[in-house]
């Protein structure tokens, strides 16, 4: 089945540190990919995604490309703030007959020191 | 908009008691969302509503679990009998394929921590 595979962490960075978060997915077809970031006490929000091969999603700093021929969307941020501290969360999405279900990965915790 | 919105925020009782977690949707959001979030297990997908009707409830975990969604505005989540094991964080979470277009961005609400003790 469909599945999404992440770099676990946690993973802990000095503040305008270079981020790198691993991501690669299992599926077939063309599925659409997300990144949605967890901050303590709250619900996921989407940070970004990509809906086909070579999209580059980019949002808040942070930037994935999607990559059909490494079947991978990594998270990378030039320079971290302590403010991005949080859970970060890759995801894939299938719609077939109307399916609407998002697979996501275990999630990285990524911690910011100043 | 207020956004995805869950009572309780925390939950606690006990061993064998009915429990009931309640979720309002993004007004005009047309699929519905539950997922359990636990450390062991991460974020699972239990079930999921288009146009109030249940489409996909192959993540629910056993007979214990169900969930209705009477009308466009309000979706509950029930417990019964709850056992420890049930311990997690719930979260609702609705989106619109009409307003979104190709690929649905779902709207996550704070969740409902809950413990069974």
């Known amino acids: 089945g469909d599945s999404v595979t992440q770099m676990e962490g946690p993973v802990t960075l000095s503040e305008e540190a270079f981020l790198t978060i691993n991501c690669t997915y299992t599926?077939?077809?063309?599925?659409?990919l997300f990144w949605y970031v967890q901050y303590p006490g709250e619900g996921l929000q989407l940070l970004l995604k990509?809906?086909?091969?070579?999209d580059k999603g980019s949002n808040k700093g942070f930037e994935a490309t999607y990559r059909k021929e490494t079947t991978s969307f990594h998270l990378e941020k030039g320079s971290v703030q302590v403010s991005d501290s949080a859970v970060y969360f890759c995801?894939?999405?299938?719609?077939?007959?109307?399916?609407?279900?998002?697979?996501f990965g275990k999630g990285t915790k990524l911690t910011v020191n100043p | 908009d207020a956004g995805v919105i869950q009572s309780p925020r925390h939950e606690v009782t006990e061993m064998g008691q009915e429990v009931t977690l309640r979720c309002k949707p993004i007004?005009?959001?047309?699929?519905l969302f539950w997922y359990r979030q636990t450390m062991m297990r991460g974020l699972e997908l239990l079930i999921y509503?288009?146009?109030?009707?249940?489409?996909?409830d192959s993540g629910m975990p056993e007979d214990r679990f169900s969930a209705k969604m009477p009308n466009a505005s309000f979706s509950t989540l029930k417990i019964q009998p709850s056992e420890p094991r049930d311990s997690a964080v719930y979260f609702c979470?609705?989106?619109?394929?009409?307003?979104?277009?190709?690929?649905?961005?779902?709207?996550f609400g704070p969740g409902t921590r809950l413990t069974v003790l």
């Open positions: 979470a609705s989106s619109s394929r009409l307003l979104a277009g190709v690929s649905n961005e779902q709207f």
């Open positions: 599926a077939t077809g063309y599925p659409s």
């Open positions: 990509a809906t086909k091969a070579d």
């Open positions: 995801a894939l999405m299938k719609s077939r007959g109307g399916s609407e279900k998002l697979v």
């Open positions: 007004s005009g959001h047309d699929y």
């Open positions: 509503f288009n146009n109030n009707v249940p489409i996909d």
